[in-house]
């Protein structure tokens, strides 16, 4: 079996066209122009990369983007202070922090300082329990991300064993509660894999949909995996360097192996990443659309 390549490239351009002339309509119809600020403490490469793709993404939209940049040595109390004035600023309507943050900053503290309602990341406790209970709120941008693609892709997740490696509270937590909740790309029998997983395998190779999320590099094989999988790869890791100083990037699935016994695979670049990045505008939208009381 050679499988069906999920193009989040392809989807994720599909999305950004639909968000473009919602954005257009809601500065024609209502002058409203949705605005995203993005703060990243510190100079992590990949980080930066992720923040400047954001932005540029933000702009190509029409939506209002603001880039704030802070040195690794930035105090809580500052970083705080700067949240708190973009909690008030009404041209902003979601605030993304980029994680992760140095070591002398509690993350947690700075997640529960942005105002749920411009929380676009969906990380703040409040939008994290609302998504637990099946109530409308923000998303986690590549959970989101990954439903939208499953959707787009005609893949049957009702009753389907879902297997999720990995638990990170950004990806594995939020992944394992979507895929139960009675909705699209829902109704799932999940199972939560992780390091302390005793026999991942055992796990791996009963799943219709096996969901990689575990930060390892192409540690999904294909004698991990039964015949006819779907298999979503949510991993980016930096394996090395080009000449020409571009990184080399590797999935946490063994994309060559897999894809033969694979009915369809998402690959890494051109996956889950450019959704991550969308389903960020989208939850922009939406913010910007509750505060100016449309929804
Ligand atoms: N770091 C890795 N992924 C994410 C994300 O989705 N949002 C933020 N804020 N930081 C991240």
Redesign the pocket.
């Known amino acids: 079996m050679t499988a069906k390549i999920i193009s989040g490239t392809e989807t994720a351009k599909a999305i950004r066209e639909e968000l473009k002339v919602e954005v257009a309509e809601l500065k024609e119809k209502h002058n409203v122009v949705p605005g995203l600020v993005t703060i990243l403490v510190g100079e992590d490469p990949a980080s930066q990369s ?1 923040v400047s793709a954001k932005n540029k993404t933000a702009h190509a939209l029409g939506i209002h983007s603001e880039q704030v940049t802070l040195d690794a040595d930035t105090s809580e109390k500052d970083l705080l202070a700067m949240i708190d004035k973009y909690n008030k600023d009404d041209k902003i309507n979601g605030i ?4 992760p943050l140095p070591k002398h900053i509690d993350e947690g503290k700075v997640l529960y300082a942005i105002d749920p309602g411009k929380d676009v ?1 969906g990380f703040h406790p409040v939008n994290v329990g609302k998504m637990v209970l099946g109530e409308q709120c923000f998303l ?3 959970p989101h991300g990954v439903l939208e693609l499953l959707i787009r892709a005609g893949v049957e997740t009702s009753g389907a064993e879902v297997v999720v490696v990995g638990r990170s509270n ?1 990806v594995g937590k939020p992944m394992v509660n979507l895929m139960l909740q009675k909705r699209e790309a829902g109704n799932s029998t999940v199972t939560i894999c992780h390091t302390r997983t005793k026999d991942m395998t055992a796990h791996t190779k009963r799943a219709d949909i096996i969901i990689a999320a575990a930060g390892v590099p192409k540690m999904i094989t294909a004698d991990m995996v039964k015949d006819g999988v779907v298999v979503i790869d949510v991993g980016v890791n930096r394996i090395g360097m080009s000449e020409s100083g571009k990184a080399i990037l590797a999935g946490d699935v063994d994309f060559d192996s897999v894809k033969d016994k694979a009915a369809a695979i998402t690959p890494v670049p051109g996956g889950v990443g450019p959704m ?1 990045i969308t389903m960020l505008m989208k939850n922009t939208v939406q913010a910007a659309k509750q505060a100016a009381g449309l929804i």
Do not use: K, R, S
């Open positions: 992720y993304l922090v980029q994680l990341d986690p941008c590549t950004i991550t």
